[in-house]
């Protein structure tokens, strides 16, 4: 199940989890208003996904 989380990078809404879920999680957000970072698999567990940081927030 995915779910909306706050990009690290942007600030911008944006989903954590599966990938099939995407529409619901982010409901009421305007494609617009979304954050379009790429997405990478959680270290640990690949079947889940989440925002990829950027340099600056990877060593933050």
């Not at 617009?32 to 933050?60: L, Y």
């Amino acid at each position: 199940m995915c779910k909306r989380v706050t990009c690290p990078n942007d600030g911008k809404p944006t989903w954590w989890g599966c990938g099939a879920h995407i529409e619901t999680a982010l409901a009421g957000v305007a494609t617009a208003d979304r954050c379009d970072c790429p997405h990478v698999p959680v270290e640990g567990n690949p079947r889940m996904f989440e925002v990829k940081k950027t340099e600056d927030q990877a060593t933050a």
